[in-house]
């Protein structure tokens, strides 16, 4: 696992902190945790992108009118 060092505000700092306290974990689970969800947010995004591009819907060309769409 890699080490990173960040550079954030001291209040920054002071508020994850105690977020992290009230959840009884770490700040660095806390961007851990933030981080893996950004990515697997961009994944699942990627993923209904790919599946809505290559899915083929049912579509008909044909133009509606009023009678076809009231037919009774």
């Known amino acids: ?3 990173l ?3 954030i505000d001291d209040d920054l700092l002071k508020q994850a902190r105690r977020i992290a306290l009230d ?3 770490s700040v660095n689970q806390l961007v851990r945790e933030f ?3 950004i990515v697997q947010g961009k994944s699942r995004k990627e993923k209904a ?3 809505l591009l290559t899915t083929r819907f049912p579509y008909d060309p044909t133009p509606l009118d009023r ?4 037919e009774r």
Do not use: H
């Open 5 to 7: 060092t960040l550079s």
């Open 23 to 25: 959840r009884d974990t």
């Open 35 to 37: 981080l893996e969800q």
């Open 49 to 51: 992108r790919q599946f």
């Open 67 to 70: 009678d076809s769409i009231y």
């Open 1 to 3: 696992m890699a080490n």
